[in-house]
């Protein structure tokens, strides 16, 4: 099974950038769709974004639409989000999660077969 990690988080003020990533161990990297999902203070969890294998195909929730962007480096196993753009309402623990199927990544959301520990991001006002 493969391990994510995710790094970059951090405090930012609104209309500011932040860029995450997501490292990824122990299985082909590029054999996995790969996404970005959020949970905020009382709040489920909730999907961002989500890339398929090859980084061909992408998609986003409405409320990130044009503001972020999903992207992959199968060469160096690693999955990014840069984030612009940010609004206060974007705070939220930030978890990667990885499965075979993009279908279950960017439409389930659910059971998918790794999640990293997630990352902070704060957003001030």
């Known amino acids: 099974q493969v391990q994510l990690v995710e790094s970059g988080g951090g405090l930012v003020q609104a209309g500011g950038s932040l860029r995450l990533s997501c490292a990824a161990s122990g299985r082909t990297f590029s054999d996995y769709a790969m996404g970005w999902f959020r949970q905020a203070p009382g709040k489920e969890r909730e999907f961002v974004a989500a890339i398929r294998r090859s980084g061909d195909v992408t998609s986003y929730a409405d409320s990130v639409k044009g503001r972020f962007a999903i992207s992959r480096d199968n060469a160096k196993n690693t999955v990014y989000l840069q984030m612009n753009t940010l609004k206060p309402e974007d705070t939220a623990v930030y978890y990667c999660?990885?499965?075979?199927?993009?279908?279950?990544?960017?439409?389930?959301?659910?059971?998918?077969?790794?999640w990293g520990q997630g990352t902070l991001v704060t957003v001030s006002s």
């Open positions: 999660a990885a499965d075979t199927l993009y279908s279950k990544v960017a439409y389930v959301g659910r059971t998918l077969d790794a």
